[in-house]
Each structure stands twice: as structure tokens, then as C-alpha cells.
């Protein structure tokens, strides 16, 4: 018989879960029921969109036409309610889905902070096409704007901004950017970047009210007392797991939707993936929920496969993203915050004079060129994160050996001393020069 499997979400893990579902079963009837009327497009995309870097249509890497090809109907619908039971799922216009299979690949919603005028008209997020059309409309008439969040999305949004002529000012809790996983000479580089571009820092700066004007946003105060005038306010302080459909038929959620190592629920037939699902790790027994874009292609690969019959245990790679910051290309892999000590770690610090530096974390090798910088951060027999901001000749190399562990215990002492070209221990390390670990 014809297996009916039904996707509810139209973004990366949704998307991929049915293209591998597609290929696992040719003669499978699939359809994803999505909530914005546009096809499939890259949402890391959209702030190369507000930057005036690629035009619209190139974040639509999947058109309807593909979806034709590949036989997977396109469903444009807000779902309402599911009945796990009979199997069967209803939109808010009415129409009911049968299915076999579902997977819930709804993502992730920006988060707003509980603040007064927070619902004001010009308060903003880079969350969606058009989202991003609309923060362009407001653009294209705002003389000043004020950013609020610590990470890559608020950057985005706030040179984004400064891209579009709207003086910028941009308001960071701490004393550098992005604390947490850059160390304090990246932080460094990304502002100075910022500031020859004319963005506007506020260290130590945090929001305490929007004010507004005929249901508008006019301004922001500060809680040292400081007023900023503007007609925009853009907030990225982080995301939500959109858990609504899943309470509604009382699955159990966590920060996220709570699944196995299979993406598999506790009702039979029903699972969950990407940015919506918290997900067991089988080899740590804990459960994460992971927002990246590369992460809900690799769930949604994985899912795919475990809805078509092909049992596929997931195991939580390092992380990796690669986006633009400071007008720096910047990759970062695995596990490179100073947030904790772990004295296995260790690192090198090499510029004009090669150096040793000791942070919380253990210590860092550090390769600078210019705006060129490369972290590593070291285990005993691997290579556990690394920070690529420049040159990105080393990123897939790196990507390599840290997600695939490789062991690098032959040519550690080399990375530490200095002894050898950095760049050339890692290529050959990369192309088969060690061993992989566990």
C-alpha cells in the first residue's frame, strides 16, 4: 500500500525530510503544509537580502517547480489541530490531511523581551521573508535605529540597517561582542570593523522600555536612563521552539519538543525535527535543542530516513556555522566558548611572534594575519573547536577533523611548538594524515 506522509513546516529539516523520503520511497504520496504562501528559501539568506548583497530571488533555492517534479505537494495552510488517532490533521481553513506518518519540522519563533511597548508598529525581527520585507519598507524611510541582542543575528540586523543608510546604534549587555564563544582579541577585530562602517556601540547598555508615538515606535530607554530616538527597533535576543501543536495533543516538551535518537515521539507515528525538537543524544543520554541551519538539514536527513523505514540513530555533531560578522567572514566549529575550564583543553597563539595564552577554557593557537585569525582549541588527541574569521581556505578542512574527530595525537607537539607551518599540519591531517578517533 501507499505510505501518506505528511510534513508540517516548509523550512530545512521539513524540506529535507521529504526530499529523503522522497528517495527512500519512490512511490510515496508526501506533502508539506507550510504557513507563508512563499516556497522553500535559505533564512540565513535574509540578511544578505538587508545587506543589499543578493537580490530576493536567490534565497528560493527550492521553487514550486521542484516540488512538482519530486511529486511532494505544497500545502500553503496554518494547521489547527491534529487527531492522532484517526490519524488525520485539519488547517484553519478546513481542510483535513490524512496520514501515515507526520513529522512536526515547525522551527523555531525570535523571542521578544517582556518590556513595555514592545508591541509597538517598528519593532522587528530577522525571522522570515517577510519579516525581512517589511524591515526594508521601514528602512527605506528611517533616518535612525536601534538594535538590541548579543549574537550573529543581531549583527545582521544591525548592518543590515547601517547598509541601508539608517544610522545604527547598536546595544550590547556586555563590555565586547559575543562573549560566549569569541575571545576578547575577535571581539576586538568585529568592532572595530563596526565602527569604521559608523555603527554606534553601547557597551554595558540594556533595554528597559520602547517608547512610542500614534502606535510607532519613537525611541528606546535604557535602564542607566539614557533615551535614544528612532524609528526602528531590532531585537534578536534568541528563539523559542515553536511547542504549541505538540502540547495540543499533550506531547511531552522540554525547552522543545521532547524525541528519541530517531526523532520519534511518544505518540506512534508522529515525530519531530529541527529547531522545534529537543533530541536525545544517545551517547550522553541529555537532550538539545539545536538552532542552526546546518544542524535541521542533518535532522531532517535523519528523520526522512527513520519515517521511510530506514532506522537511523542520530548523534549530535559538533556545531558549525559560517556567517558574516563585521563585515568578516566567520566560521566557528564546535566547541570554542571560554565559558568553563576544562584542563584538557589547550591552545596556540601565533601572529608576527608565536605565544602562549592561557584562558578559562585551557589554551588557544592563534594564527593572525590582518583581519585574517585562526583559533584552535585542542584536546589531547583532537582538534575540539575552532575559530576561522578571514581566510576561509582551512574551514572545510577543520570542519573535517573536528566533527570527525580525528586523531591528531602524531602531530599535537607540533601544533603546541610551533614547528611546523599551522596550515600545513591541518591540510595533511585533513587529507588522511591521521587516524580518525572514536
Same mark, same amino acid.
Given at each position: ?268 507515528? *508522529?515525530? +519531530?525535527? /529541527? ?5 536525545? #543524544?544517545? $551517547?550522553?543520554?541529555? @537532550?538539545?535543542?539545536?538552532? !542552526? &541551519? ?38 566557528? *566549529?564546535? +566547541?570554542? /566558548? ?5 584542563? #584538557?583543553? $589547550?591552545?596556540?597563539? @601565533?601572529?608576527?611572534?608565536? !605565544? &602562549? ?49 580525528? #586523531? ?31
Amino acid at each position: 500500500m501507499t505510505t501518506r506522509y505528511v510534513i508540517v513546516g516548509n523550512g530545512a529539516a521539513g524540506a529535507t525530510a521529504a526530499w529523503t523520503i522522497r528517495a527512500r520511497d519512490p512511490g510515496a504520496e508526501i506533502a508539506i503544509v507550510g504557513d507563508e504562501p512563499v516556497p522553500f528559501y535559505s533564512r540565513p539568506g535574509l540578511a544578505y537580502v538587508l545587506l543589499g548583497v543578493i537580490p530576493h530571488k536567490e534565497v528560493f533555492s527550492r521553487p514550486d517547480r521542484l516540488y512538482a517534479e519530486a511529486r511532494i505537494q505544497r500545502v500553503v495552510g496554518r494547521v489547527s489541530a491534529i487527531e492522532p488517532a484517526p490519524h488525520r490533521l485539519v488547517t484553519t481553513d478546513g481542510r483535513a490531511l490524512r496520514f501515515d506518518r507526520l513529522l512536526l519540522a515547525v522551527g523555531a519563533t525570535a523571542t521578544l523581551p517582556d518590556l513595555p511597548g514592545i508591541d509597538l508598529d517598528g519593532v522587528v525581527t530577522l525571522d522570515s521573508y517577510e519579516g525581512t520585507r517589511e524591515i526594508l519598507r521601514l528602512a527605506s524611510r528611517a533616518r535612525r535605529a536601534v538594535v538590541v541582542g548579543g549574537g550573529i543575528t543581531a549583527l545582521e540586523l544591525a548592518e543590515g540597517l547601517l547598509a541601508r543608510g539608517v544610522e545604527t546604534h547598536y546595544l550590547m549587555r556586555g563590555d565586547r561582542y559575543w562573549a560566549n564563544v569569541l575571545d576578547p582579541a575577535e571581539s576586538a577585530l568585529v568592532e572595530a570593523h563596526l565602527v569604521a562602517d559608523g555603527m554606534r556601540l553601547h557597551k554595558g547598555t540594556e533595554l528597559a522600555s520602547v517608547i512610542g508615538r500614534n502606535g510607532r515606535v519613537s525611541g528606546v530607554r535604557t535602564k542607566d536612563g539614557q533615551e535614544l530616538p528612532c524609528d526602528i527597533l531590532g531585537v534578536a535576543i534568541g528563539v523559542a521552539p515553536r511547542t504549541e501543536l505538540a502540547r495540543s495533543i499533550d506531547l511531552p516538551t522540554g525547552r522543545g519538543i521532547l524525541v528519541s535518537e530517531r526523532f520519534e515521539t511518544e505518540l506512534p507515528d *508522529i515525530f +519531530a525535527a /529541527g529547531d522545534c525538537a529537543e533530541v536525545l #543524544d544517545p $551517547v550522553t543520554g541529555k @537532550r538539545s535543542v539545536d538552532a !542552526l &541551519w546546518s544542524v535541521a538539514n542533518e535532522q531532517g536527513r535523519a528523520a526522512g530516513d527513520n519515517l521511510a523505514g530506514h532506522p537511523t540513530t542520530y548523534q549530535r555533531p559538533a556545531s558549525f556555522n559560517v556567517t558574516r560578522i563585521g563585515g568578516i567572514t566567520t566560521t566557528v *566549529i564546535g +566547541a570554542v /566558548g571560554t565559558g568553563g575550564r576544562d584542563d #584538557d583543553l $589547550v591552545s596556540l597563539s @601565533r601572529g608576527d611572534t608565536f !605565544l &602562549w595564552r592561557e584562558q578559562l577554557d585551557g589554551f588557544t593557537t592563534i594564527s593572525t594575519e590582518g583581519a585574517n585569525r585562526l583559533r584552535l582549541v585542542v584536546g589531547p588527541d583532537r582538534i575540539a573547536g575552532a575559530v576561522v574569521m578571514g581566510d576561509q581556505s582551512l574551514s572545510y578542512r577543520l570542519q573535517h577533523l573536528v566533527r570527525g574527530r580525528v #586523531d591528531i595525537s602524531a602531530v599535537r607537539d607540533h601544533l603546541l611548538d610551533g614547528s611546523r607551518d599551522l596550515h600545513a599540519v591541518l591540510a595533511a591531517l585533513a587529507d588522511g594524515g591521521a587516524s580518525r578517533g572514536a
